[in-house]
């Protein structure tokens, strides 16, 4: 019987992609239902700069499978110059702040969005902390928030000519520091789409976004707890001593996991990096209560919108990102580094990985089909290629 290629064997097909580049190994995904149930989606990579003292080369290191793509190279080496910096990334594009404003770059493709019009403070100087945003933006049509500072989230759902100031309330009052320390930008379907933001202090707002069709609808911002409240009371959010913890970590991050389980993440940026994870439970106060595990996920957190995908469980042809993990980016030795809910111990994400500085995590998402056949064709011929050679 005539046997055909979606019926390799499903360990042999993930031995042989797991020497491709990221964006070969995605369009691999593309190629057939089989290839598509055994390969599951790339998980994030870390977005690095090499040898930064001979030139901009960037790299993205896969965490699993292990692909290494330096396909990233021209085209960020355009815009993340020395004078630049990264302050956002998800679902295959980067943020960057470059002298002159900021804008959006897609490695692969060499699309760029620049980011402009910001309302309250001269429109392009606006210094941009970081960006999150909806996937498959467009020059004309993409929707996203940004933290400019002084306690403020910008946000657009009609690209460029539809940006909004907010200010968050509840700010300044019991050590909350009067900034807001991370956004999150959350679909939970049937049109409800979010911006999450985090406070210094711990107190957290939701940015609920107009839904699509309704440009004229302005968002609201209210806080996720005690809407009634004028002050955020720290008591009323933590038990001791996280009431207290919460002042003195210098990071903070939120992140999304499963059907909308909200997680803070405390760390402090020195060289112990002590981490503390948090879960919110609505209906209990103190809401926020230390977290014993993520729910079996791997979180990742830093610069990038946070992403949460299902952890390794040890069943699956291709090995995925550590359940109940933490995978973010240590600022005290320029490394990644994966912090184990359980045992609260973090260890490198790369050993031995040297002559690189971390710039963020990079996810292309998990893209269900493409308009480009020849390319996925194309990758199937290398697949073909290396298939007679293993």
Same mark, same amino acid.
């Given at each position: ?86 302050? *956002?990334? %998800?679902?295959?594009? !980067?943020?960057?702040?470059?002298? #002159? &404003?900021? $804008?959006? +770059? ?82 939970? *379907?049937? %049109?409800?789409?979010? !911006?999450?933001?985090?406070?210094? #202090? &711990?107190? $957290?707002? +939701? ?94 957190? #830093?610069?990038?919108?946070? +992403? ?83």
């Amino acid at each position: 019987m005539a046997r055909g290629w979606e019926d390799l064997p499903p360990d042999l097909l993930v031995h042989i992609a797991g020497g491709f580049s990221i964006q070969a190994y995605t369009r691999l995904r593309g190629v057939c239902a089989a290839w598509r149930d055994a390969l599951r989606p790339p998980s994030p990579s870390l977005l690095v700069l090499r040898d930064r003292h001979a030139g901009q080369r960037f790299a993205a290191w896969c965490v699993s499978p292990r692909m290494v793509s330096t396909a990233l190279h021209e085209t960020l080496a355009a815009r993340l110059s020395p004078a630049s910096r990264c302050v *956002g990334s %998800g679902d295959g594009w !980067v943020a960057a702040h470059v002298p #002159g &404003g900021a $804008v959006l +770059v897609n490695p692969h493709t060499g699309d760029e969005i620049p980011l402009h019009s910001f309302p309250g403070g001269g429109g392009n100087n606006v210094v941009v902390f970081k960006v999150v945003f909806a996937p498959n933006p467009t020059p004309s049509e993409f929707t996203a928030a940004a933290i400019t500072g002084g306690g403020r989230v910008v946000y657009t759902t009609n690209g460029n000519s539809g940006w909004t100031d907010f200010k968050c309330p509840r700010l300044g009052a019991h050590g909350d520091g009067g900034s807001i320390a991370d956004v999150v930008y959350h679909d939970h *379907g049937g %049109g409800k789409k979010v !911006v999450y933001c985090l406070t210094a #202090g &711990g107190d $957290v707002h +939701v940015l609920r976004l107009p839904a699509g069709g309704q440009r004229r609808t302005t968002a609201s911002l209210v806080p996720l707890f005690d809407k009634p409240a004028a002050t955020f009371y720290p008591a009323a959010a933590f038990a001791p001593p996280y009431d207290t913890v919460r002042t003195f970590a210098d990071s903070k991050n939120l992140a999304v996991c499963g059907d909308g389980q909200l997680y803070q993440i405390w760390r402090d940026d020195d060289a112990n990096a002590t981490m503390f994870v948090l879960r919110y439970h609505p209906r209990r106060r103190p809401c926020w209560l230390p977290a014993k595990d993520l729910g079996g996920h791997a979180v990742f957190i #830093g610069k990038n919108n946070a +992403v949460a995908l299902r952890g390794d469980d040890g069943g699956g042809a291709t090995p995925a990102p550590r359940a109940n993990c933490v995978y973010w980016t240590d600022v005290w030795t320029d490394r990644a580094k994966v912090f184990d809910v359980v045992t609260g111990e973090s260890t490198l994400c790369f050993p031995g990985a040297e002559g690189h500085s971390v710039v963020c995590w990079y996810h292309l998402g998990d893209v269900r089909s493409s308009s480009r056949t020849s390319v996925a064709t194309s990758s199937a011929h290398q697949l073909h290629k290396r298939a007679r050679h293993a």
